[in-house]
């Protein structure tokens, strides 16, 4: 095998040393780490001081719809204005979206605001994922993604902490006040290189960007407030997901003709780019599902300070990265598809093991159980996000780092909207810890099926291995 070209340089226009670049990528990576660790255990606090207990989903689903929309047309952007002003625009929507969200004065207003932050991260995530798939290696990608994972562990620590240290002991405000610092410097350290992109013309594709946002938000409305607001088989509980399908089947139709699509549908034609899709969405629903209801299942039925289940649920985020910076010793040596079935039959293990020890409402039990979930999604999500990657050429590797990033998104969004459906059908209104605790339960059981299909999707993954990636002529002639 060819080996790729140690550093595409050449390709991206970048004139600094790659340790500075990793730097930046990772602190830039850093804010929204933190921002999803820290958010999970100040939701008792939020709901006890804004109230709206049955619209808290959202806080997560408005953001992941905003960065799932998002991404694609960022992902056409990125040609166009390059890399490091798509990043510094991203950390600019990100420190407003912060500030705003600190100040909210309602439930309404911080949802609306959160919105605001997912449009930042939807510009910092894939582009900092892919200008790591760039300038390093195959060989070096696990290593310089595990880099990028082990911000997630650093935050799996602080940002729980912080969360329930503000939430406990300040204001929860402070969760979002936090990051205005953490902005700046990483504007500050993204504006040290220097940047000269091959700049490209790219359309942006309007039509099918309103139908995706349309019927995305149909799609989560509906869930979310099903059941709540209107009875599932009322108008509104029926019409909104049809009108969700139709929108969704006419984005489909509009992509096929669209010169310029803001999301190409061959990415989908792939077996290998749509099963490792497929995988991301699992993971974002699987996480999600966690991350949502596990602190407030163990404050409001363990009886666990904020602090307590935050350190609790920093063992689920700990073991991605660790995970995930030594998947490379496995796909490299098995190959990507069997790397992918032992990290998803390990988090679906990690699933039951919560699922069977909810009617403890322990601590150190369900933290356990969410270390073997992290270590299950750091071995699969990693390594099926870089054999996408790594099938493509250079012209091809934003877009489907940018596909992947958006599923993941969407499976989020969807799984948070899912879950919440749910938990508040089996709610009914109450409030108290045995409901909480019902609640809690089918959540979870929600999050098993989860698992399993994150299991089918590896199952029917096709084999790929280190050898089957693009090789440098492919890439020159790409570019």
């Excluded at 991605?320 to 992918?340: D, K, M």
């Excluded at 079935?341 to 293990?349: Q, W």
Aim: glycine letters at 12%; hydrophobic letters at 55%.
């Amino acid at each position: 095998m060819t080996a790729e070209p140690a550093i595409s340089r050449r390709d991206v226009g970048l004139r600094s040393e790659r340790g500075p670049i990793l730097l930046a990528l990772m602190l830039s990576t850093g804010l929204i780490a933190i921002d999803a660790t820290i958010l999970a255990t100040a939701v008792p606090s939020i709901v006890k001081d804004l109230g709206g207990f049955a619209s808290f989903p959202w806080l997560f689903s408005v953001y992941l719809l905003a960065q799932a929309v998002s991404v694609p047309i960022y992902a056409k952007l990125v040609d166009s204005i390059g890399r490091k002003p798509l990043l510094l625009y991203g950390i600019g929507m990100f420190l407003l979206g912060s500030i705003l969200c600190g100040f909210a004065p309602s439930m309404l207003m911080l949802i609306l605001f959160r919105a605001v932050q997912g449009l930042g991260a939807g510009a910092i995530m894939p582009t900092a994922i892919t200008v790591a798939g760039d300038i390093y290696t195959l060989a070096e990608r696990a290593k310089a993604q595990g880099y990028l994972a082990s911000v997630w562990a650093i935050s799996s620590v602080v940002g729980p902490t912080l969360g329930g240290v503000f939430s406990q002991f300040v204001s929860w405000r402070w969760i979002f006040f936090v990051n205005v610092p953490l902005c700046i410097a990483a504007a500050v350290l993204v504006r040290r290189y220097e940047e000269t992109p091959n700049r490209s013309r790219h359309r942006v594709d309007v039509p099918g960007a309103i139908l995706l946002t349309a019927g995305l938000t149909a799609l989560l409305l509906g869930l979310l407030q099903g059941g709540q607001a209107w009875p599932w088989l009322s108008l509104p509980g029926l019409g909104l997901p049809a009108v969700a399908v139709v929108l969704l089947v006419a984005f489909v139709l509009v992509e096929r003709r669209a010169p310029e699509p803001v999301l190409p549908l061959w990415v989908f034609s792939r077996r290998l780019l749509l099963t490792t899709g497929l995988i991301s969405a699992a993971v974002g629903a699987f996480l999600l599902g966690l991350t949502s209801y596990i602190p407030n299942f163990l404050e409001a039925v363990g009886g666990a300070s904020p602090l307590e289940s935050g350190l609790a649920l920093a063992l689920l985020t700990l073991g991605w990265p660790i995970a995930a910076s030594n998947a490379g010793r496995f796909y490299l040596r098995l190959g990507f598809r069997p790397t992918a079935l032992i990290g998803s039959s390990v988090a679906l293990v990690g699933a039951v093991g919560i699922l069977l020890v909810t009617p403890l409402a322990s601590i150190w039990a369900t933290g356990a159980a969410c270390l073997v979930v992290g270590l299950g999604l750091g071995t699969v999500a990693t390594p099926t996000l870089i054999a996408g990657q790594s099938s493509v050429g250079f012209a091809d590797r934003g877009v489907v780092t940018g596909s992947n990033t958006f599923l993941r998104s969407v499976g989020s969004a969807v799984g948070v909207a899912v879950f919440g459906a749910i938990a508040n059908a089996v709610l009914a209104g109450r409030t108290s810890p045995a409901a909480v605790g019902s609640a809690s339960g089918a959540v979870f059981l929600g999050v098993v099926v989860a698992g399993a299909l994150l299991l089918v999707a590896a199952l029917v993954m096709p084999a790929f291995r280190a050898e089957h990636a693009a090789q440098p002529e492919a890439e020159g002639a790409a570019a």
